[in-house]
């Protein structure tokens, strides 16, 4: 078993859980698991304590997830208050700007001091419990003080990603009816500046309903500035009272929403509420990263994404740990920026996302060399299926072959982890997310339903409840129950593929649906379809993903034109940038590729499976194609690719 890599003795020696404590708690969590999460909860401050755990039920007919229901609570009192005044002069974030001589501690004094003024702050324009708060910052503290902030006074945060264009914003400030915007003037990555405040702007042209717009300055360039809309961040909170009475809320009201893409054109507000996914967040966090006191953790995700949310934030806030936030890229100034940050604030413990670590891979040990990385102590992998070669870089040149990879499988529909090996208990195996995180029940299912037992392929389900799930989809329930529990009666379907090996292993294969995971980013291809058959050229389009050797997959697009329009290359520029205009640079098409029709099948649907064969250069093996309505525009589609390579 030459793939089999140990829990270290002597990490396993002071690890919360060891191998012997996983099997014990595990078992206990299915058996006793209403005993389980009563006595997990028991790590939030309630202000009523809940008298039932649960109350669930995966029926599509009579969905039901409800969790410590009859609780009371306030988030920022559990990731804040109750760290003061122990921890007042302590940091809370060691913050690094994206030029590496900028750099600010926040103590936890002074969060909770923002946090408060900010709340005053937000009340006083109005915003109360249940109204939703959009947040449009790049990855500075005051991202964390905005959404404590919100959930002080019982409000709902929706953080949208500050890669996110003009339009991305504005559809998801309508989807969540936001009253206030809180954004700034600009955002700065590998040394450009992110136009936040004007995309802001843009997108507020479009949206009358945002009353109020909160600018934090973070670059002190010249923005436009509507006076009576928008107002400084800093000159609101020096005016505001530093204390707000925290908003007590029930554990079911909603905590924030998050956007992410799906099988159909319209990105999903998945809404989380607040004591379940607290207890969720906040335990998982720690045991899954085997923090103890002391340690500083840093995950690199941006804060608009779940993995932040859950990880980078809540997780470590709940257990008044000290994070470090970066603002930049991995590369900038140099690709051994990453590992100078490690060693400037002796980080233990470090989570990230492979698509990164293989561009950094291609740069070579030279500038991990150039760092002393002696304070690490776990690593962590989350996004997309981490590929061996990557993962065996990770642990041997940048764990040193000691830390313990913890590759963490979850979505932002299941809120924090369900699959991990938790690093003092389960042996890593290169690639694989390994085993189930405490009170979480996989199950492997065939396209049919079929239960799959031992060593099997098929789509990953999981049955039973847990305390960090999705509630629903913001005004889509009927979507949330049909995309999640319709599928297969009884369980949640993730969407993904995934192999168990002999050893009870799960190895995530990827998204069987219509989603494609470009860098870790989830992209839906209707989603893109729609921006790219928005220009006025496009007759008609279809996007599939292709393996890419550093984002894990690629944007493909297969354009048909409208007649009359003849294809350039300088159409297909314009084509890229029309969709970079719409969604964000994430979502740039990688290859475009003119296809005089596409193939469907009778009734008009798109045969994708063809059409992502052909993009992977693989131009036989399409399996039955007897249902394509014209046979020829498959030769048609594959000469085209053929002719371009
Ligand atoms: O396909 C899986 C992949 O990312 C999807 C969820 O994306 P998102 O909601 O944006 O959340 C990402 C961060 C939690 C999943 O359906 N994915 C996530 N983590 C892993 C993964 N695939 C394999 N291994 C992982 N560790």
Redesign the pocket.
Known sequence: MSDLFPVPPDFAARAHVDAAAYENLYGRSLDDNQGFWREQAGFLDWIKPFTKVSDTRFDPDDLRIRWFADGTLNASVNCIDRHLPAKADLPAILWEGDASDERRTVTWGQLSDRVNRLANVLKSLGVAKGDVVTIYLPVIPEAFVAMMACVRIGAVHSVVFSGFSAEALANRIADAGAKVLITADEGKRGGRAVPLKRNADEALTSQPGVAHVVVVRRTGAPVPFSPGRDLWYEDALAAAQPWCEPVEVGAEDPLFILY?SGSTGKPKGLVHTTGGYLVHAGTSWKTIFDWHPGDVFWCTADVG???AHTYKIYGPLLNGATSVLFEGVPTWPDSSRWWSIIERYRVAIFYTAPTALRSLMREGEGPVRRHDLSSLRVLG?????INPEAWRWYHSVIGAGRCPIV??????ETGAVLLVPIPGAIPNKPGM?AKPYFGIRPVVVDAQGNRLDGVAEGNMCFEGSWPGQARTILHDHERFIRTYFAPYPGLFF???GVRRDEDGYYR?S??VDDVI?VS?H?LGTVELESAISSHRAVAESAVVGFPHDLKGQGVFAYVTLKDGITESEELRKELVAWVRARIGPIASPDVIQWAPALPKNRAGKILRRILAKVAANDFENFGDTSTVADPAVVGDIVQSRKDTL
Do not use: C, K, M
Request: no cysteine; net charge negative.
């Open positions: 992410t994404w779940v993995t992998s989350v996004g997309e299926p590759d963490t499988y979850w979505q932002t997310a993730t969407g993904d995530i990827g998204r995971n870790g989830r």
